[in-house]
């Protein structure tokens, strides 16, 4: 275990032998799961902070209580020998965590027996099987050993046929191309792992125009008597945030007692003492003080099975134990605040108008952006801001055009439609901000939203959508407009205002550069002002330049710049402790105003969260992904992505109408019913399939821009002609391929569409090439030929002649 604990990213899943005893598996035979037994999974993850431990303990549903009680007592023996840091859960067959399931990519398979029945680990090349796996899921796949029986089918799941050598998918004629995908990779992993690449793979996607793999079916199962049964829904639940969180506490008779609900405060959590988090029955949080006792410590499962069963909650429910210092991210985002030992605040900090310190400017320098796209993400920049801006206000419910002389001045009482044109890879791409003041009206904002998707419309529905409420302007937004944008409280820039400017105003000026400047109007009074800032104040004589003592060069030479868009009169600079009498009447005489020494923002420790956006079992539900990757954006999905500074919905090309639809009413929703006690106003952006910004793609790892380019039938057909050099099964090649089998290079390459064999698809020639052939020509495998990007494809097939 040891060594183990020292792996990254390492997955070291132990079962229980008869005695009790931890036994390791081998790493081929990760994700199958034995129903009668137990299993310990020490999970290691590498970060920029160190080590991230979790160890989870599995219990099969015909486990005997003695391994689960041996389970629970080894998980308690590790955390200590890893020194209190791992997170601990417990995890019940067929109620994984999410967590749990994504260590397993391609699946996770339950096989009947265990100990017991003469268990025995999964052996390569192995080919005595029969067994039919019952495949659900889209993100996560759990793969159930099932009856071999036409009983056990439905209309609506994957099912795989394993007899060894031979592995069929049977794909319900009312699954998706995300659960086919997914079977598909799971009857992959088998074919590789388990029979080190020497079975074949069969697809089943129509019955008719599969005989031959029917008639293998139909040996093994017998004729099917009857129709299929109808499809049966995934079970789900809504998404766990909008259950009510509760912390509970335990007196000296261990009597637990309810202390506090959501929205919870840090503070609530006691050293000395052991909590219970209850997410409303979903999931059970034990956090553990790092002054309680060692037997409140050791007690953890314990005490947190005791509460479910005290609650009447399902024994499937799951448990996560976390140590005081430890936390998990997952258990942090349910506080309002969490701040780390060396922050000065912690998660939700909203900066409010002269109320805090200042935040230190971090430059950076935007010519990495694309070079380096978790840095995109990070400074929330699409691009150098160096595109084509064009602002429209609307008027009367339609868009009329602003005077470029006056953009980047944004009036509270409009709404705005900004549209921003930019080239990235010789590529267009377009983003429309939609800008919407605090004091317009209802059908103006409605009419922005409508205007927007009709100018989306007219640019093909490529264009990035991004939400921004009056204040709370994205990064990239700033930038746009280098340093010239401003907010005024109020009024309308439209030409017939008949509203009378003030005669004093107050402008608050933040920012260092281009990139990061904002000047917003605030209350004309001496409160308004903070010592860390550089502030404008407006009157019909003169324009006053205040420097705080805290201010910067960099800031009071932008505010120079500012200072004459917003008056054209007489500029006078002021600097704090010196102002003249006149400055001081214009504010309405003297008032105490934040003066706070400046501290460096703290790092914000938020860890991004994929949810999926599905109406598919009947009602609107939202599902977490965790250990999210790009693979996990399905084309008929719409996801939602937390970023904690936005949010963002990616819509697939092939989503239906109604998700697309409650896409921005649910993560609305989403920001209401978030246990932190989120800021309503967090922009919402959305974002199409094929058209992602880099500040979307830069929260994933590896982002290929070419990976739709390849079908699921382009996976299968990759898949399917590695059975070409085998002939031991030539009923399942025949019947996969449709009478397609492999051909010599001779009568592929250099022919044009007349000299090609009958059949052969002309766009697809490599297709049809032997596996030795293949790699003989390309260097590589065909699945690692189609992993490569489209153009890399088309490049290597020109020149063999196979284009």
Not at 223 to 239: F, M, N, S, V, Y
Not at 491 to 513: C, H, I, Y
Not at 520 to 535: G, H, T
Request: glycine letters at 8%; charged letters at 25%.
């Amino acid at each position: 275990l040891v060594p183990g604990s020292t792996e990254v990213n390492g997955k070291i899943p132990l079962d229980f032998s008869g005695k009790m005893k931890m036994v390791p598996i081998p790493e081929k035979a990760y994700g199958g799961f034995f129903e009668g037994d137990c299993y310990i999974i020490l999970y290691n993850k590498k970060t920029s902070n160190g080590f991230i431990t979790d160890l989870h303990y599995w219990i099969g549903k015909d486990s005997t209580q003695d391994e689960q009680g041996a389970a629970a007592f080894y998980v308690t023996q590790m955390d200590d020998m890893l020194g209190g840091s791992p997170v601990q859960h417990r995890e019940v067959e067929g109620h994984e965590s999410e967590a749990f399931k994504s260590y397993f990519k391609s699946g996770i398979i339950y096989k009947k027996g265990g100990v017991a029945s003469g268990f025995k680990h999964v052996e390569t090349n192995m080919y005595n099987i029969r067994r039919l796996l019952h495949v659900k899921g889209k993100k996560h796949v759990s793969a159930t050993e099932v009856e071999l029986s036409w009983d056990s089918f439905n209309e609506g799941d994957v099912f795989l046929l394993d007899l060894g050598k031979v592995l069929i998918q049977w794909n319900g004629p009312d699954c998706n191309i995300a659960e086919k995908s997914r079977g598909l990779a799971l009857a992959r992993s088998i074919r590789d792992d388990e029979r080190g690449g020497r079975a074949q793979i069969g697809i089943i996607d129509n019955e008719k125009d599969s005989p031959d793999l029917m008639q293998i079916m139909k040996t093994v199962l017998g004729e099917r008597r009857g129709a299929l049964r109808a499809a049966t829904p995934d079970e789900k639940a809504d998404e766990l945030q909008k259950a009510n969180v509760r912390v509970y506490e335990k007196d000296d008779n261990l009597v637990v007692q309810e202390i506090a609900t959501r929205p919870l405060t840090q503070d609530l959590l006691q050293h000395e003492d052991c909590h219970i988090l209850d997410q409303g029955g979903f999931k059970i949080y034990v956090w553990r003080g790092k002054d309680s006792s060692k037997e409140e410590k050791r007690a953890a499962f314990s005490r947190a099975v005791g509460f479910i069963q005290a609650k009447g909650y399902s024994a499937t429910t799951n448990v996560e134990v976390v140590n005081d210092g430890a936390e998990s991210a997952m258990f942090k985002q349910l506080f309002k605040r969490w701040t780390e030992k060396e922050e000065t605040q912690g998660l939700g900090k909203v900066y409010t108008t002269s109320k805090i310190a200042k935040v230190e400017q971090v430059k950076f320098d935007v010519s990495q952006l694309h070079a380096r796209p978790e840095l995109a993400a990070e400074q929330r920049m699409a691009d150098d801001a160096s595109g084509k801006v064009e602002v429209w206000r609307i008027e009367d419910l339609h868009m009329q055009p602003v005077d470029p002389r006056t953009y980047g001045q944004f009036y509270g009482g409009d709404c705005y439609l900004v549209l921003y044109t930019y080239l990235t890879s010789g590529r267009t791409h377009y983003i429309i901000y939609m800008w919407q003041g605090r004091h317009a009206s209802v059908d103006e904002i409605t009419a922005c939203a409508f205007n927007a998707v009709e100018l989306d419309k007219k640019y093909g529905n490529e264009p990035v959508q991004v939400r921004v409420t009056m204040g709370r302007e994205p990064q990239h937004f700033l930038a746009i407009f280098k340093g010239s944008l401003i907010i005024y409280e109020g009024g309308t820039s439209r030409a017939q205002n008949n509203e009378p400017e003030p005669v004093v105003r107050l402008f608050q000026v933040r920012g260092t550069d281009e990139i990061n400047t904002k000047t917003i109007e605030v209350p004309a009074r001496a409160s308004s002002l903070n010592s860390n800032d550089v502030f404008l104040l407006t009157t019909n004589q003169v324009c006053y330049l205040w420097c705080g003592k805290g201010c910067s060069g960099d800031e009071r030479e932008m505010a120079k710049i500012v200072a004459n868009i917003v008056s054209k009169r007489d500029k006078q600079t002021v600097l704090e402790g010196q102002e003249p009498v006149e400055f001081w009447a214009a504010l309405g005489g003297k008032a105490p105003y934040a003066s706070d020494k400046r501290f460096q923002e703290p790092t914000v420790r938020y860890q991004p969260r994929l949810f999926e956006c599905s109406n598919q079992t009947g009602r609107f539900i939202m599902t977490e992904v965790v250990g999210f990757c790009q693979d996990d954006l399905d084309e008929d999905d719409v996801m939602l992505l937390d970023t904690w500074e936005e949010i963002f919905l990616w819509i697939g090309k092939t989503s239906n109408t109604y998700e697309r639809n409650e896409a921005i009413s649910s993560a609305k929703d989403y920001l209401k019913t978030h246990p932190a006690g989120r800021d309503l106003a967090t922009p919402i952006i959305m974002v199409k399939q094929g058209y992602e910004p880099l500040t979307f793609t830069g929260w994933f790892s590896a982002w290929d821009p070419y990976k739709w380019s390849v079908s699921y039938w382009e996976i299968c057909v990759s898949c399917l002609t590695s059975n070409y050099q085998n002939n031991n099964a030539p009923s399942v090649v025949s019947a996969v391929t449709n009478g397609n089998g492999a051909y010599p290079r001779e009568v592929l390459i250099n022919k044009t569409v007349d000299e090609l064999p009958e059949g052969v698809d002309p766009a697809k020639k490599e297709y049809y090439l032997s596996d030795a052939d293949f790699h003989d020509i390309f260097g590589r495998s065909k699945d690692e030929f189609y992993q490569m990007p489209r153009w890399k494809q088309q490049n290597e097939k020109k020149q063999h002649g196979l284009f």
